[in-house]
């Protein structure tokens, strides 16, 4: 059990340096080395979760959400009442989305998201966060400034657009839903879902390319 | 705490290293895609996630700003097994070397991805009380938190915000993260730009927090 000792763990963190190597690749080692010698994971289990994220669980099963949303006025509404519920349509719950709320981006509101203290992320839907997403400018300047991070994205949110800003303080979770975009009528879910960018349902892409007709 | 980890809207930051990658691990070392193994493998018997956050506050602020932020994992979990006795820091100076392993099996896929689908669920908790505020009330938060884990930030602290909406009960992270459960009404309460960063923000901005009862006032 754990002592929930924050001078305790502060102590150890001191101590760490003298016994612990401060290469992150020896690091992880160690520690994945000592959990296996121990019994406590095998490698071939984390070989599966490391498979899981890179062909299974990733920002494609937001994309294929955002674009039914786009297709489906039944599955729209279910998606922003209770987004949670209406991913599980798709068995794209998991890990950190048990409290997931989907964030329409309208033309006059733009959505950000944040997590300034750590950088929670809705993993069984979007993936692994991007570098960025858990970068300590990110994190200290969405919320001061979310337009001038947005332009170093791109982006250029018009003064008359409000932006939304949503600090993830809690294990609620957030997915924005960008515009669909003009020229894309007729189209299908799959090729709907082939323009929906990790970063515009995090909220620092908002205009989605359509790429030649 | 007033920790280094609170960093929304602190100055001095340069530039974001915007990336437009669509790959599954977007600039991820090997050694990161360990850690993510490693988080959802290493039996976490007791922790809770506040406490797994609180560590990582803990680490030096120094140190938080030079470490990447799975290597803070890596640190934390080092630090967790070591506090609940699994591991002494002298046992990581002498590892053992790790057997290589091939590709995994279809079988063991499918089981962690069937693991990751049942641990999908509400932190919402039975009420045990009624809320003491209403969607669309003003409430301001608390001017001064405690030393603890908490989930106010800085820049958030002692402003007036509305409440746009109610989620129930969930656990108070300040009580996890001394391996307590005590269910607390969550909010999410509504701030102007202008009311936290001052009249120069743009008067159409906002910024919303979830935020627990015990965080919030009156107005």
Redesign the interface.
Same mark, same amino acid.
Request: net charge negative.
């Given at each position: 059990m754990p002592t929930f000792e924050p001078k305790r763990a502060a102590a150890i963190h001191r101590d760490l340096h003298s016994h612990v190597p401060s290469d992150p690749v020896l690091r992880v080692k160690a520690l994945e080395s000592l959990a296996v010698e121990r019994g406590l994971v095998t490698s071939e289990r984390i070989d599966a979760w490391v498979e899981a994220y890179s062909e299974h669980i990733g920002p494609k099963r937001g994309a294929q959400v955002v674009a039914r949303s786009w297709l489906d006025p039944g599955f729209r509404t279910r998606l922003l009442d209770d987004a949670a519920s209406a991913i599980r349509e798709f068995g794209f719950e998991g890990d950190a989305t048990g409290d997931l709320k989907a964030l329409e981006n309208t033309p006059e509101d733009h959505h950000l998201v944040v997590c300034t203290l750590c950088s929670c992320y809705p993993f069984s839907i979007l993936g692994m966060s991007p570098a960025w997403y858990r970068s300590a400018e990110y994190r200290a300047r969405a919320v001061r400034e979310p337009r001038k991070v947005l332009a170093e994205f791109g982006v250029t949110i018009p003064d008359d657009v409000s932006v939304q800003v949503w600090d993830s303080t809690s294990e609620r979770r957030y997915i924005v839903i960008p515009q669909r975009p003009a020229g894309t009528e007729g189209w299908d879910e799959d090729r709907l879902a082939a323009i929906v960018t990790r970063n515009a349902m995090i909220g620092t892409d908002r205009h989605l390319e359509i790429g030649a007709p | 705490m007033d920790g280094i980890?609170?960093?929304?809207?602190?100055?001095g930051?340069?530039?974001?290293?915007?990336?437009? *990658?669509?790959n599954?691990?977007?600039?991820?070392?090997?050694? *990161?895609?360990?850690?993510?193994?490693?988080s959802?493998?290493?039996?976490l018997?007791?922790?809770t996630?506040d406490?797994f956050? !609180?560590?990582?506050e =803990?680490?030096?602020p120094r140190?938080y700003?030079q470490t990447? #932020?799975? &290597?803070k994992w890596?640190?934390a #979990?080092?630090?967790?097994?070591?506090?609940?006795g699994?591991?002494t820091?002298? &046992?990581?100076?002498r590892?053992?070397?790790?057997?290589d392993?091939g590709?995994?099996?279809g079988e063991?896929?499918a089981?962690?991805?069937a693991q990751?689908?049942a641990?999908?669920?509400?932190?919402?908790r039975p009420a045990g009380s009624p809320p003491a505020f209403a969607v669309g009330q003003t409430v301001r938060t608390r001017a001064h938190m405690h030393s603890? !884990?908490h989930? =106010?930030?800085r #820049?958030?602290r002692d402003a007036e915000g509305r409440i746009i909406s109610h989620?129930g009960c !969930?656990p108070l992270?300040d009580a996890s993260?001394?391996?307590t459960e005590t269910p607390e009404h969550?909010y999410?309460v509504r701030f102007d730009?202008r009311t936290?960063?001052g009249p120069d923000a743009?008067p159409?901005? !906002?910024?919303? =927090?979830?935020?627990?009862e015990s965080y919030l006032v009156p107005a």
């Open positions: - | 980890h609170d960093l929304g809207g602190m100055e930051f340069g530039p974001v290293a915007a990336t437009f *990658e669509q599954p691990f977007p600039g991820f070392a090997d050694w *990161e895609k360990r850690v993510v193994g490693l959802y493998t290493l039996p018997d007791g922790m996630i406490w956050r !609180h560590v990582v =803990l680490m030096a140190d700003l990447a #932020y799975f &290597d890596c640190a #979990y080092v630090v967790m097994f070591t506090d609940n699994t591991f820091l002298p &046992d990581f100076g590892p053992s070397a790790l057997a392993t590709a995994p099996s063991a896929v089981a962690v991805l990751d689908r641990s999908a669920g509400s932190y919402e603890g !884990h989930r =106010l930030p #820049y958030a989620h !969930h992270p993260a001394r391996g969550l999410t730009a936290l960063w743009p159409n901005d !906002h910024v919303a =927090l979830d935020l627990w």
